[in-house]
């Protein structure tokens, strides 16, 4: 479990301190974050809580290094940028590509041969539960397939950190929770550091070890739960007293 | 239940069935062309039947200078789209990826789509003489905008999510232009190469009209000059067989490139 398993010598492979982003306009700047300072170690699952507009993505995009932070520092173990696998609110498949080829993308990207991309890209077609679904186009997938497939397109190079923005934000409700299962299932099995931004008080506390609340724009880290909940979980455990305790706590400091 | 296979909708037989009822209006359209030119009273002259067409198309080809036109004509239009193609596309990436060379190239292009390349054809054949050089270069600048604009609206239609998946994957500048750019402005640039193609052929013609030494533009010349009416409307059939092929072959290339598109029904030609 969390608290266990974690050696106190552990050094955080990401620290972010006081970091602020201001956007250009016409009043003075948008102000979308505000100050925010964390530590993530590895293995950890951490979620960001925030209602829409309090910077949840434009924060997974500083950390996927697509945007700079206006103050603050971002400071990797190692002092460079990690593998970064992203999973976008929408499933951001290309039309173009089929299945297999969307998932095999990242491993063109560092020029694997072809076969061996294949062969790994056929084990994440397994491990999300995709089999059969190799040639079809991402117009023929659900939502939830195409879910899926971003998943796997994000894991497949095994990515040092995984970025997930409201991953399931798109999908039905039942088809949610059955991705919740899927997810942990998953992270269970590879062991990855994840950040995900969610604005479900339920996604965070199924999934995640940490929740962080953010605040209304601009976004302000406002609230530090540890989920204390054991793993591995199953549906089960959102109907018991101490998921309600805690799914209480957040929704007392959202409001 | 009535069960009548005859009414279960199959797709294949759609088809076929599209194809026969095209045969059937143009064969129809023949008939009424070759009674008209028989029983208007319009003269002959004028209006020759369509057997009369056909059996001067038949003498034209035995002798081979139908051939000879049509090469040349056919490669002025293809020579033409290669370069108006080509500049039209490293320029329009060019100003899709660049707002400063926007803006510094916005007046000459604007201006450039205004000038009727048919007018200035004239002054072109004047300048470049003529040869095919003049017919190719007509055939280019007319090529030229359709494609421009809409490689421009193309690239610029890359939805930035692809952009972000492809620097979060620490994608380089050439993969990003391979596999997303140019695979995402495919369709858009297929339209107007397609429209382009057809532009071409006017393009070679409307510069033949005006002065060449071959090719079907020369030829319909030729033939007015000498009333000689029904190679007039074999040179014209030619031409209209020339931009169908063309259309046609732009359209296999879109099917089969853009097989990820649901609407790639449409380009059922
Ligand atoms: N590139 C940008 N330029 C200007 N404003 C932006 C940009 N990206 C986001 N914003 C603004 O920053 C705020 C936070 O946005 P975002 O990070 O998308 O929030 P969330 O993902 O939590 O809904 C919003 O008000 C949004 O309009
Ligand atoms: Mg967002």
Redesign the interface.
Request: charged share 20%; aromatic share 12%; no cysteine.
């Given at each position: 479990m969390y608290f266990a398993v974690k050696n106190m010598n552990t050094k955080p492979i990401l620290t972010v301190k006081n970091l602020s982003v201001v956007f250009p306009d016409n009043n003075g700047g948008l102000h979308a974050l505000d100050d925010i300072s964390f530590e993530v170690f590895p293995r950890d699952f951490i979620c960001f809580l925030g209602p829409s507009g309090s910077g949840k993505t434009t924060l997974l995009?500083i950390l996927?290094?697509?945007l700079p932070p206006t103050t603050g520092q971002l400071n990797f173990i190692h002092n460079q940028h990690p593998q970064?696998g992203?999973v976008?609110q929408?499933s951001?498949l290309?039309?173009?590509?089929t299945v297999m080829d969307n998932i095999k993308?990242?491993l063109?990207?560092e020029n694997m041969d072809e076969s061996t991309a294949r062969i790994k890209a056929q084990e994440m077609i397994e491990l999300v539960g995709l089999n059969g679904f190799e040639d079809s186009?991402?117009?023929d997938l659900s939502g939830g397939m195409a879910q899926r497939v971003a998943i796997a397109r994000a894991l497949i190079?095994d990515p040092d950190l995984l970025?997930l923005d409201e991953p399931f934000g798109s999908l039905d409700a039942i088809t949610r929770e059955r991705m919740w299962t899927e997810l942990s299932r998953i992270w269970q099995a590879k062991q990855k550091t994840v950040i995900m931004v969610t604005h479900s008080i339920n996604e965070s506390l199924f999934l995640a070890d940490r929740v962080l609340v953010l605040t209304q724009r601009p976004g302000k880290i406002k609230f530090d739960l540890k989920v204390d909940l054991p793993r591995p979980r199953n549906d089960d455990i959102r109907y018991t007293p101490h998921f309600g305790k805690l799914a209480r706590k957040l929704r007392e400091t959202i409001e | 239940m009535d069960i009548n296979p005859l009414k279960v909708f199959h797709p294949s037989s759609a088809k076929r069935n599209g194809m026969w009822l095209r045969v059937l209006s143009l064969g129809l359209g023949l008939v009424c062309w070759q009674i008209t030119s028989i029983f208007s009273g319009v003269e002959v002259f004028i209006l020759p039947p369509p057997l009369k067409v056909w059996s001067r198309f038949l003498v034209a080809a035995q002798d081979g200078s139908l051939f000879r036109d049509i090469g040349v004509t056919f490669s002025e239009v293809v020579l033409g789209l290669i370069v108006g193609v080509t500049f039209a596309t490293i320029l329009g990436y060019s100003v899709a990826k660049s707002r400063a060379l926007e803006q510094v190239l916005s007046p000459y292009l604007v201006a450039s789509q205004a000038i009727p390349v048919v007018a200035i054809a004239p002054l072109l054949v004047l300048w470049f003489g003529y040869g095919m050089f003049s017919k190719v270069l007509i055939c280019a600048l007319i090529v030229f905008f359709p494609v421009l604009i809409n490689t421009i609206v193309g690239i610029r239609a890359v939805p930035q999510?692809?952009y972000?998946?492809?620097?979060?994957?620490?994608?380089s500048r050439k993969?990003i232009l391979m596999?997303?750019e140019i695979?995402?402005a495919?369709p858009i640039f297929l339209g107007g190469l397609r429209i382009g193609a057809t532009l071409s052929v006017i393009g070679a013609v409307v510069g033949e009209l005006i002065g060449s030494k071959y090719g079907l533009g020369n030829l319909i010349n030729r033939a007015r000059v000498g009333y000689d009416m029904p190679m007039v409307y074999v040179a014209v059939f030619m031409l209209i067989f020339l931009a169908l092929g063309l259309y046609g072959i732009v359209a296999r290339i879109e099917k089969k490139l853009?097989r990820?598109?649901?609407t790639f029904e449409r380009l059922n030609v």
């Open positions: 995009r996927a290094n697509l970064i992203m976008f929408q951001n290309m039309p173009w590509r993308l990242p063109e990207l186009w991402p117009r190079h970025l | 999510a692809f972000d998946l492809m620097k979060s994957l620490r994608a993969q596999k997303v695979p995402a495919l853009l990820w598109q649901e």
